[in-house]
């Protein structure tokens, strides 16, 4: 299913972008998945947020949706058209009935990003499992033309001070390590440094591997988040 998914998908950029592009592109993937494997991963205590981080420019506003039927047909185009529309929403369709929510950031009135969240659950095995008061921040992204104007940081922001709100305790967040815009957005909003891991899923089971600069982390993490343990494939409930 996933390597048919990687050919639609390659199929779908190779029809917009043309042949060159789609070669550079994907050489540009082999490379980062040969030597940049690593995934930073982000955490954040919402309970000690400040007021600070819920303010947005009288220009900025937000939106939450939580399925199909809450979405106007000209926000679930554009969020089609970011990639191959048929993959996205079957996507989409998958996150909502595990109850993650859609957040929408309008610049002007117009759609300039959106960023989904999952409460006490993962869509895919994770890292570690997560408590029922935590959530999963997971692919936040801002259209081109609204890129270089902190953007995600609001949404990101904005998010997580609601959240906190609504009572729960901790988020998380990933980026993979080459992805330096990801890892800025990250580092700009609340979210602190929790690690580095790799992941390997095989027959349903999920292995781990923590590690810094120079070691793998054995036995326990340090003090910035929950024990590096190996993960079964029954963490993503």
């Not at 819920?54 to 058209?81: M, Y």
């Not at 759609?111 to 959530?135: K, N, S």
């Amino acid at each position: 299913m996933r390597i048919r998914s990687a050919i639609r998908r390659s199929v779908e950029y190779y029809r917009r972008h043309g042949l060159l592009v789609t070669l550079r592109r994907a050489g540009v993937a082999v490379r980062r998945a040969l030597t940049a494997s690593r995934v930073v991963l982000f955490y954040c205590d919402l309970p000690r947020l400040g007021e600070a981080h819920a303010k947005l420019t009288d220009s900025l506003q937000v939106e939450r949706k939580e399925g199909f039927n809450q979405l106007s047909e000209q926000d679930l185009n554009e969020i089609l058209d970011v990639w191959n529309a048929d993959l996205a929403r079957q996507v989409m369709k998958k996150r909502f009935r595990l109850g993650a929510s859609l957040w929408l950031i309008r610049s002007g009135g117009k759609l300039a990003g959106y960023g989904w969240t999952l409460r006490g659950r993962t869509v895919e095995p994770h890292y570690f499992p997560l408590g029922p008061d935590d959530v999963q921040f997971l692919d936040f992204y801002v259209f081109r033309r609204y890129r270089g104007r902190a953007i995600d940081w609001f949404l990101m922001t904005y998010v997580m001070k609601r959240l906190a709100q609504d009572g729960l305790g901790r988020a998380y967040g990933e980026a993979a390590e080459w992805n330096q815009a990801s890892l800025s957005s990250f580092r700009m909003a609340p979210f602190r440094f929790l690690g580095y891991a790799r992941k390997l899923t095989v027959l349903g089971c999920t292995f781990v591997q923590w590690t810094d600069d120079k070691n793998v982390i054995r036995g326990a993490a340090s003090d910035l988040g929950p024990r590096p343990v190996q993960a079964r494939g029954s963490a993503a409930r």
